[in-house]
């Protein structure tokens, strides 16, 4: 009897990591079809919602690549989208040989699918399980761009029809890894939101405080000042805004995979953002072995 309660949780423990998710259109744009994956809970649902986006440099990247991160949140509860967006750099590159007319281009394409793979989920929550109270939203990479941009660099004007979602909805909170904004100055028109980030402070690609995207010379074609982490955190918690930044010495742009692995430090802080309990908080790490 013993083997035969052995076995089933085997195969019980194989089902939940071999979770197939449920593939749904949320738009089409161009000649593209906008799709996410949902994955359910495995566990028992703790009512939160995650709506992911994958890195890639706008010019790659795959959703189906997240899995694991997927995996892990759905063990915790988590109901968890992640998404496929237009990459209008697919093919070139976002480095310093790319105008800077492009790059914001390709950064604003990702913003305007992020948020109507949002308004999808809002639309549709009853069917997806979605309590838009609870919604989060995360990325790495350029995923981390694309959400903080969307969140405080929007893209749009007040004549938009998408200026209404910016204005009116709230995400339970912001996550960030190896993430960075456009304008520091339009963050502060937005209600505060809770924001959590992984950075690495050696980053050779994002800047982990005030820099060019890439490094690039200012004689560069490529070249666009960013606003990173630190940046970030120093400036909202003198506003005393709910934001926890996770420094990284010694490590660069790998922390953007973080996601991955860090389940206890994402999960405590959508637990902790939903109850209204965030302080700001800077934890300076050694790099991981």
């Known amino acids: ?3 035969y309660v052995v076995l089933a949780l085997l195969l019980s423990a194989l089902a939940i ?6 593939r749904i259109t949320y738009a089409e744009k161009d000649t593209s079809t906008l799709w996410f994956d949902w994955y359910k809970p495995v566990t028992k649902p703790n009512g939160m919602s995650v709506l992911f986006v994958h890195g890639g440099a706008f010019t790659g990247g795959d959703p189906v690549n997240q899995q694991p991160m997927a995996d892990g949140l759905t063990k915790l509860g988590y109901n968890v989208f992640v998404i496929k967006y237009r990459l209008y750099l697919k093919g070139k590159s976002f480095g310093c040989d790319i105008g800077v007319p492009e790059k914001l281009k390709a950064v604003q394409q990702a913003v305007e699918d992020a948020r109507d793979a949002t308004s999808y989920l809002i639309n549709h929550a009853a069917e997806l399980q979605v309590d838009t109270s609870k919604l989060f939203i995360a ?8 959400v903080l941009n969307l969140v405080f660099n929007p893209f749009t004007r007040k004549q938009d029809t998408a200026y209404d979602l910016y204005k009116t909805f709230r995400y339970a909170g912001v996550l ?11 963050v502060y028109n937005h209600v505060p939101v809770p924001l959590f980030m992984m950075h690495g402070i050696n980053d050779q690609l994002v800047p982990y405080t005030t820099a060019a995207h890439h490094f690039c010379k200012a004689v560069d074609p ?11 955190y120093d400036d909202l918690q ?16 790998e922390v953007s995979n973080y996601m991955f692995r860090k389940f206890t430090e ?7 953002a939903i109850q209204h309990k965030i302080k700001a908080t800077h934890f300076m790490l050694n790099k991981e072995k």
């Open 1 to 3: 009897m013993k083997l």
């Open 266 to 272: 994402m999960n405590r802080f959508m637990q902790q």
């Open 238 to 253: 003198k506003r005393n805004w709910p934001v926890v930044l996770y420094s990284y010495q010694e490590s660069g742009h």
């Open 139 to 146: 990325g790495s990479s350029a995923g981390a761009e694309t």
């Open 222 to 232: 490529g070249w666009m000042i960013m606003f990173g982490a630190r940046t970030l």
């Open 17 to 22: 990591q071999a979770q197939k998710p449920v």
């Open 176 to 186: 960030s890894f190896s993430g960075a904004v456009l304008d520091i100055n339009r």
